[in-house]
């Protein structure tokens, strides 16, 4: 193989052109061996960053079904009923303090009665019987505690015992009369209505 390299470059002729030019390219390049260590990363800062926000955002969306699955608790309620149901009239007295009367006769037999105080000021007492039901209230003070906030065509005063009884209905028939004594306030509602003249007998 040395005799056949020998005859190869022994027909290589080199003109004084090409050993010229062949010198200069080599004097170009930077064939020192402190160059071909140096690598530069221009745009690793900006590929680092974007990094850091996909990982927070990541992060975010693997802990958003957790938060949105467990709320805040909210503080407890405390509820207090205000309205205590009692077995008879005269335990009904003793809520409210004061004697709980019933001077008045219904246009039907009650076959169910319940009693019922209210902040222990006022009184109440509920009866049933076939389609009447009937609701008596006592209670200190002379406002009209009936709690009927409707609105009635027709509005009666008729007078029982020297009181002034005031009756509120529709059609010629009153659902509802209150009354007071100067001390407590009274209210007797009834449905269906009656008329005028069987409130006269119910008071």
């Not at 080599?26 to 221009?42: C, H, L, N, T």
């Not at 909210?74 to 149901?85: A, W």
């Not at 008729?158 to 009884?165: E, F, G, M, Q």
């Not at 009274?186 to 209505?193: A, H, R, V």
Request: proline share 5%; with cysteine.
């Amino acid at each position: 193989m040395g005799k056949a390299y020998d005859e190869i470059m022994e027909r290589i002729k080199v003109t004084p052109e090409i050993r010229q030019r062949v010198l200069e390219h080599i004097a170009q390049e930077d064939i020192s061996p402190a160059s071909s260590k140096i690598v530069r990363f221009p745009a690793l800062n900006k590929y680092l960053s974007i990094a850091a926000c996909f990982v927070l955002l990541l992060v975010g969306v693997t802990a958003l079904p957790h938060l949105l699955k467990h709320p805040e608790p909210e503080p407890p309620v405390l509820i207090v009923s205000d309205i205590v149901e009692t077995t008879s009239l005269d335990e009904l007295s003793e809520m409210v303090e004061f004697k709980v009367t019933e001077k008045f006769s219904l246009p039907f037999e009650a076959e169910q009665t319940a009693y019922r105080s209210y902040w222990n000021e006022l009184a109440e007492v509920e009866y049933s019987g076939g389609e009447y039901t009937a609701t008596y209230r006592q209670s200190l003070g002379t406002d009209d505690n009936s709690g009927d906030y409707n609105t009635y065509d027709d509005v009666a005063e008729i007078s029982v015992n020297d009181r002034n009884v005031t009756l509120k209905g529709n059609g010629g028939l009153y659902a509802l009369a209150t009354w007071t004594d100067g001390t407590y306030a009274y209210s007797l509602s009834i449905s269906p209505g009656v008329s005028a003249e069987t409130w006269q007998t119910i008071l």
